[in-house]
């Protein structure tokens, strides 16, 4: 079966410009996170989808971020104005269900270079 | 907050050598502690995950152990292969809540 999709896997924009980063989890699974891996960092969390409402948004950096999910299906993640300490890689995460008690499948990333 | 350290950042080690990668976490409140592999360019997969009642958990070559009023899991690769090149994460869950905290990683190369 196919995992999670993330596309696009790489994106290069100017700042100051709008982007959007779509992630397809895998079919019925329920919870879906976002994180943020900098270079030579560890993985930060943004933002985590229960179905389509968003309990725990305590992660987005700044209003410039937001997110938002479709049902139990795709989520788009928005940057506005992107800054160039925007650049990253965002990962995208899905579960079977609420909580953290099964393993999290994540997708190979959006390589973001802001120049 | 939850802070999670893993130490070597980096390792290399001859092919057929046993690995042992360490994972340090704050809050031993923990649900369970998982161990991802993340190759260059790609996302995570998911190695183990040791609920909080667990001591060890085994996948082939692979052994993970968990301490958790000391607050230390061990991740044991044994006679590492060059395929096993890659990076290392553990992650915990804070209490409460349902994102991971991640440490930043055990970035290994197996030397053929």
């Known amino acids: 079966g196919a995992g999670v999709s993330q596309s696009p896997s790489n994106k290069v924009t100017e700042k100051g410009k709008d982007v959007e980063l779509r992630c397809d989890p895998i079919s019925g699974h329920t919870a879906l996170y976002w994180y943020r891996q900098r270079l030579g960092q560890g993985l930060e969390f943004l933002i985590y989808f229960q179905g389509n409402s968003a309990p725990d948004k305590s992660g987005l950096p700044s209003d410039r971020f937001s997110a938002e999910r479709t049902g139990e299906s795709v989520s788009t993640l928005t940057i506005q104005r992107t800054q160039q300490e925007d650049s990253a890689v965002y990962l995208c995460?899905?579960?079977?269900?609420?909580?953290?008690?099964?393993?999290?499948?994540f997708g190979n990333g959006t390589r973001l270079t802001v120049t | 907050k939850q802070e999670v350290t893993q130490i070597p950042a980096a390792l290399s080690v001859p092919e057929g050598e046993n690995l042992v990668l360490n994972c340090s976490f704050t809050d031993s409140a923990i649900y369970n502690l998982q161990w991802f592999r993340q190759d260059p360019g790609k996302g995570l997969t998911s190695l183990l995950l040791i609920q909080s009642s667990q001591r060890e958990q085994t996948s082939g070559r692979l052994n993970a152990s968990l301490d958790k009023s000391s607050g230390r899991s061990t991740l044991y690769i044994a006679a590492s292969q060059p395929g096993d090149s890659a990076t290392y994460l553990c992650a915990v869950p804070p209490p409460g809540n349902n994102r991971l905290a991640f440490g930043k990683g055990n970035q290994v190369v197996v030397i053929p």
């Open positions: 995460a899905s579960s079977p269900r609420q909580g953290t008690n099964s393993p999290l499948h």
